[in-house]
């Protein structure tokens, strides 16, 4: 009985203690009534945040206990449980025996991105834009590079919805700051002198990407333009063929269909407030407006020789065919050119935008085979950028071929200066009679539509 009731004792302390460190017992009973050690299971490591280092509550020392046939194995004696501080708003750091530093949600310091130069919207500066490009080529603004007929469009901007024009397709009227700019001020211009006008048409200025559009042979670098005319009958959905004569019946209108002078007050602003390249339009309405902004508007006729061309020299405005419906503009582009001018290795080696292309004139027995082979490209390079089905080349036409590497750049974007009339006072009254403008066609380096 004694017996028994020790057994029981001492059972029960175990159990108490053990319990209390969260481990199981030491010693179990068999089925033949003999004691074997159990596995313990260790006792948990207890990490209390403080501010220094962390503190580390450890069982203490096994005492030995007497077991039944007098033997002894360690027991573990219930320790007081520790004194927990008082919580804290933010964790310390605790060390981080696999990462092998300090871990800590309030010491970590976000990892910022390299900050972006600031940018002024005309600079051109070499270094600044080199540095800009290299960490957000957006920062950059618009980019037109190359030829209007062999060009890339970058960060382009889309054609604005206004209430004084109409856009015929958003997908191709994305163009530079420059170019928009330039439209939608001529265009206001025209409402400021002449309140309550129409909307003008614009058509296609340039894909979002640049490139080849449609039926076109330009428009691939964001700064050229179709824009529609002002009618006598009103605003117009699409553009609409007018049927001039260049030549004015007594009586008669010279065009019925054409406001002329909401028409030449939008030409005129084209020519004197922006930095227009050429203006594209059929020979016979060049020489209706040419008429009317001498005879009407009584322009300076210097003025007019000069913009319209004269005794065999071009102006800026020059014939084009099937361009009876509307006027296609050219702009220059002082930032955005100069600006991918400056940029455009570093695009093509990061893989922004692809190998330039250069116009080739085709000589008499020269093959597609030989300018994949001069210009170190391929045939199908070659057929994917003019769109040719096979491999048969005209001599005397020039054809794109997309070159492998940039080469180096030449001199500076030039922009002339703006063409404007001398003012009224200024204008001799013995003046002699200019020649006609000049109707011939555009010269090379993309003056198609």
């Given at each position: 009985m004694i017996r028994a009731h020790d057994r029981?004792?001492?059972?029960?302390?175990?159990?108490?203690?053990?319990?209390?460190?969260?481990?199981?017992?030491?010693?179990?009973?068999?089925?033949?009534?003999?004691?074997?050690?159990?596995?313990?299971?260790p006792a948990p490591i207890l990490v209390v945040p403080v501010p220094a280092e962390p503190v580390v509550v450890e069982p203490s020392p096994a005492a030995p206990v007497a077991t039944e046939a007098g033997m002894s194995v360690p027991a573990t004696p219930a320790p007081a449980p520790p004194a927990l501080p008082a919580p804290i708003e933010a964790a310390p750091a605790?060390?981080?025996?696999?990462?092998?530093?300090?871990?800590?949600?309030?010491?970590?310091?976000?990892?910022?991105?390299?900050?972006?130069?600031?940018?002024?919207?005309e600079s051109v500066d070499p270094d600044t834009l080199r540095e800009v490009?290299?960490?957000?080529?957006?920062?950059?603004?618009?980019?037109?590079?190359?030829?209007?007929?062999?060009?890339?469009?970058?960060?382009?901007?889309?054609?604005?919805?206004?209430?004084?024009?109409?856009?015929?397709?958003?997908?191709?009227?994305?163009?530079?700051?420059?170019?928009?700019?330039?439209?939608?001020g001529a265009i206001r211009s025209v409402e400021h002198r002449f309140p309550g006008s129409p909307r003008v048409v614009i058509g296609d200025i340039s894909r979002p990407d640049g490139g080849r559009l449609n039926r076109h042979k330009s428009h691939q670098a964001g700064r050229d333009i179709d824009v529609g005319f002002y009618y006598a009958s009103g605003p117009a959905p699409d553009f609409r063929v007018v049927q001039a004569r260049s030549r004015r019946r007594r009586g008669a209108p010279a065009a019925p269909q054409l406001d002329l002078p909401r028409t030449w007050?939008?030409?005129?602003?084209?020519?004197?407030?922006?930095?227009?390249?050429?203006?594209?339009?059929d020979r016979s309405l060049i020489a209706v407006l040419y008429r009317y902004a001498r005879e009407e508007e009584q322009e300076d006729r210097a003025w007019l020789a000069d913009v319209f061309g004269h005794g065999g020299r071009k102006g800026l405005v020059q014939h084009e065919k099937k361009h009876k419906d509307h006027m296609h503009v050219r702009f220059f582009n002082r930032v955005a050119q100069e600006r991918?001018?400056?940029?455009?290795?570093?695009?093509?080696?990061?893989?922004?935008?692809?190998?330039?292309?250069?116009?080739?004139?085709?000589?008499?027995?020269?093959?597609?085979?030989?300018?994949?082979?001069?210009?170190?490209?391929?045939?199908?390079?070659?057929?994917?950028?003019?769109?040719?089905?096979?491999?048969?080349?005209?001599?005397?036409r020039s054809y794109l071929v997309p070159v492998r590497h940039v080469r180096d750049e030449s001199e500076p974007i030039v922009v002339p200066p703006r063409r404007r009339p001398p003012p009224p006072t200024t204008q001799a009254a013995s003046e002699p009679e200019p020649a006609p403008p000049v109707a011939a066609g555009a010269a090379g380096g993309g003056g198609r539509d």
């Open positions: 029981l004792a001492r059972w029960c302390g175990r159990t108490l203690v053990l319990s209390f460190l969260g481990a199981a017992p030491l010693v179990a009973a068999d089925d033949a009534g003999t004691s074997t050690p159990a596995t313990a299971t605790v060390a981080d025996p696999l990462a092998g530093d300090l871990a800590s949600p309030a010491a970590a310091e976000p990892v910022l991105a390299a900050p972006v130069p600031v940018l002024d919207p490009a290299l960490v957000d080529v957006a920062a950059l603004g618009p980019l037109s590079i190359g030829t209007p007929d062999a060009g890339i469009l970058v960060n382009p901007q889309p054609m604005p919805e206004g209430e004084l024009w109409t856009i015929r397709n958003p997908f191709e009227t994305w163009g530079t700051q420059e170019t928009i700019d330039f439209v939608t007050a939008l030409m005129r602003a084209f020519l004197t407030d922006s930095d227009v390249d050429r203006i594209f339009l991918g001018r400056i940029v455009y290795p570093l695009l093509v080696e990061a893989g922004v935008v692809g190998p330039p292309l250069v116009r080739h004139r085709v000589r008499r027995g020269e093959t597609i085979g030989l300018l994949a082979e001069e210009y170190g490209t391929s045939v199908a390079a070659i057929r994917a950028a003019n769109r040719l089905r096979g491999n048969r080349l005209r001599a005397g």
